[in-house]
Structures are given as structure tokens and as C-alpha cells.
T-cell receptor
Framework: DTEVTQTPKHLVMGMTNKKSLKCEQH?????MYWYKQKAKKPPELMFV???????INESVPSRFSPECPNSSLLNLHLHALQPEDSALYLC?????????????FGPGTRLTVT | QKEVEQDPGPLSVPEGAIVSLNCTYS??????FMWYRQYSRKGPELLMY????GNKEDGRFTAQVDKSSKYISLFIRDSQPSDSATYLC??????????????FGQGTILTVHP
């Protein structure tokens, strides 16, 4: 089973709201990733967790706050977003960070900021 | 110049045709080469990855890597309408600060018409 699940599928939020995106995998993977993807563009890496510790932060604005409560779960907390943050947010996982060439993606959360 | 160049297409072929998708790159440190398929409004799906140079075959799909030319290809034989999607190439280097980071091409939009 190579399934990564993400909830919610769609999210509409105002600029003053606080919301969270959730990602889960039960493959025993110890590296988890957040990506942002705009229409007709490739995914852009935001954060990488390795063994539940933040390993990479690609200079993402602080209005995005990741959290990895355990080895199966990854959250992305959103606060005071801007309309330009509207995008597809993808979660991915790999066995370990050294196997990042074999990442499995979830279906994504389509976020609209109004 | 981008590190990875991929013709965005769109590419339209009749059912049963052989499809050739390509990427070129400039970073000689890349060692892993991946192909992802992404259907509209879904997350990317890993088709295959190759380490260093050579060919890899999986069913109707064949990936080729020519490191001397910094050129990779994905061939799809007997293409089907269900192959209609965006195809993303991705690459990564091996070791150190490269772990966890993929460099994507822009994606090629493929349509296979019946």
C-alpha cells in the first residue's frame, strides 16, 4: 500500500482565519514533505521532516507552520494567509530522507484564500 | 537557465502511438531521475525512477538516462486515452544537503485521443 491521505480535499478560508491541513501515511515512512503547487507549475518544496524533526524549511513565510506529531502524521497550520497562497497543497512521504527519489504523494488539498 | 528544462507541450497523439517525453538538465550532480504522472486536480504519481545512466522498463513505460548528454526520456508504448495527463520529470543529487530535494521540470501536458 503506497497511500498518503490528505484532509480536507478542499478548503476555503478568509485572510483572518486559522485552519490546518492534515496528512497521514501508514507505510512506516520516516520522511514527510509539504509542497505547494500552483496551476500549470511543478510542485515547490516547502518543508521536510525527517524522523519527526524539521529538516528543511525552504524559506517559507511564518504564516505557514508545520508540525509532525508522530511518524504517521503531518500537519500544516495556516494563519493570516494571502490570496496568492491559494494553491494545491501536496503532502508526500518516503522511506527515509535519503530515499527522497521515491516519494509518494497524496491527492492534495485545494486551498482558496478569499 | 533553469536546472531542468522540459517542453510543456501540449502534446497530442492518437491512441496506440509511441510517445516520447524528454528533459534536459544542467546540474551534473544529479544522480536520480524520476518520472511522475499527474492527472488533473490530483497529486503526482511516481511512475519510475532510475539511478545514474541506463534504461528501465515497466510495462508500457521505458525510462532512459544519458548522463553524458544530460538528457532523459520517457517512452510510452501503445498509448491509451487513460495516459492523458501531465508528465513531470524530477531529479535529485545524492548526499549531504541534497537529500530531500527534488528539482522538477515544468511538466508536459499529454493528450491521447481515441
Amino acid at each position: 500500500d503506497t497511500e498518503v491521505t490528505q484532509t480536507p480535499k478542499h478548503l476555503v478560508m478568509g485572510m483572518t482565519n486559522k485552519k490546518s491541513l492534515k496528512c497521514e501515511q501508514h507505510m512506516g515512512h520516516r520522511a514527510m514533505y509539504w509542497y505547494k503547487q500552483k496551476a500549470k507549475k511543478p510542485p515547490e518544496l516547502m518543508f521536510v521532516y525527517s524522523y519527526e524533526k524539521l529538516s528543511i524549511n525552504e524559506s517559507v513565510p511564518s504564516r505557514f507552520s508545520p508540525e509532525c506529531p508522530n511518524s504517521s502524521l503531518l500537519n500544516l497550520h495556516l494563519h493570516a494567509l494571502q490570496p496568492e497562497d491559494s494553491a494545491l497543497y501536496l503532502c508526500a512521504s518516503s522511506l527515509v530522507i535519503q530515499n527522497s527519489y521515491e516519494q509518494y504523494f497524496g491527492p492534495g488539498t485545494r486551498l482558496t484564500v478569499t | 537557465q533553469k536546472e531542468v528544462e522540459q517542453d510543456p507541450g501540449p502534446l497530442s497523439v492518437p491512441e496506440g502511438a509511441i510517445v516520447s517525453l524528454n528533459c534536459t538538465y544542467s546540474n551534473s550532480a544529479f544522480q536520480y531521475f524520476m518520472w511522475y504522472r499527474q492527472y488533473s486536480r490530483k497529486g503526482p504519481e511516481l511512475l519510475m525512477y532510475t539511478y545514474s545512466s541506463g534504461n528501465k522498463e515497466d510495462g508500457r513505460f521505458t525510462a532512459q538516462v544519458d548522463k553524458s548528454s544530460k538528457y532523459i526520456s520517457l517512452f510510452i508504448r501503445d498509448s491509451q486515452p487513460s495516459d492523458s495527463a501531465t508528465y513531470l520529470c524530477a531529479m535529485s543529487a545524492d548526499g549531504g544537503t541534497s537529500y530531500g530535494k527534488l528539482t522538477f521540470g515544468q511538466g508536459t501536458i499529454l493528450t491521447v485521443h481515441p
